[in-house]
């Protein structure tokens, strides 16, 4: 299920994949199913985030199939004993649109600080240069960086002590982060 939610300066996509649609009597239900370890009875209710998931996807199918009302059910399963327990909701369309718009609207809140704080890092970077002169291989080290980053590939490397590595592999990663090739980095090392 996907639906495109337009948020001012970006679109946000809530997508995802119900476990079940099913029709039974007429009624149309969403069935979102949870494995746990958790003794099953120990369950009051259906964990918020769980329901909250499958009232998106409710949300969803029901704006996408002009209905007035649809139903969720949450199936847990103790992934041990495989003793199953349901809970069952019911919703009318204009229950789920409120909620829906109102978990937009708080999202959108950290999504626009996102947003915000990517077109400022994306600026920083732009200016970057190498900050030392180029040693012997280095400035090879880091094109060929940059562009098994730009076709998405692996780089293997070996080179010893004080060849300038680090900055070799860093630089040319933040540089394509800048560019949009890339969003995080993750640096390893053994010591």
Same mark, same amino acid.
């Given at each position: 299920? /996907?639906?495109?939610? *337009?948020? %001012?300066?970006?679109? $946000?996509?809530?997508? %995802?994949?119900?476990?079940?649609?099913?029709?039974?009597?007429?009624?149309?239900?969403?069935?979102?199913?949870?494995?746990?370890?958790?003794?099953?009875?120990?369950?009051?209710?259906?964990?918020?985030?769980?329901?909250?998931?499958?009232? $998106?996807?409710?949300?969803?199918?029901?704006?996408?199939?002009?209905? =007035?009302?649809?139903?969720?059910?949450?199936?847990? $399963?103790?992934?041990?004993?495989?003793?199953?327990?349901?809970?069952?909701?019911?919703?009318?369309?204009?229950?789920? =649109?409120?909620?829906?718009?109102?978990?937009?609207?708080?999202?959108?809140?950290? !999504?626009?600080?996102?947003? =915000?704080?990517? /077109?400022?890092?994306?600026?920083?970077?732009?200016?970057?240069?190498?900050?030392?002169?180029?040693?012997?291989?280095?400035?090879?080290?880091?094109?060929?960086?940059?562009?098994?980053?730009?076709? /998405?590939?692996?780089?293997?490397?070996? !080179?010893?002590?004080?060849? %300038?590595?680090?900055?070799?592999?860093?630089? *040319? #990663?933040?540089? #394509?982060?800048?560019?949009?090739?890339?969003?995080?980095?993750?640096?390893?090392?053994?010591?």
């Amino acid at each position: 299920l /996907k639906l495109l939610v *337009p948020m %001012g300066d970006f679109d $946000c996509l809530v997508e %995802g994949r119900a476990d079940g649609i099913f029709t039974e009597d007429g009624e149309i239900y969403i069935d979102e199913i949870k494995g746990m370890y958790m003794k099953l009875d120990l369950l009051d209710d259906a964990v918020g985030v769980h329901r909250a998931q499958a009232m $998106c996807y409710a949300y969803i199918y029901a704006l996408q199939h002009d209905l =007035a009302t649809i139903s969720v059910q949450m199936t847990y $399963c103790n992934l041990d004993t495989e003793d199953i327990r349901y809970f069952h909701y019911d919703y009318t369309f204009e229950e789920l =649109a409120v909620w829906f718009e109102k978990l937009i609207t708080e999202y959108k809140k950290w !999504a626009d600080f996102q947003f =915000a704080w990517k /077109k400022l890092r994306q600026a920083s970077i732009k200016p970057l240069q190498f900050p030392f002169s180029y040693r012997e291989g280095q400035k090879e080290l880091a094109a060929g960086v940059y562009r098994t980053i730009s076709r /998405k590939k692996n780089l293997f490397i070996q !080179a010893p002590t004080g060849a %300038g590595k680090t900055i070799s592999t860093v630089f *040319p #990663a933040v540089k #394509a982060v800048g560019e949009d090739l890339a969003d995080k980095i993750f640096y390893l090392t053994a010591k």
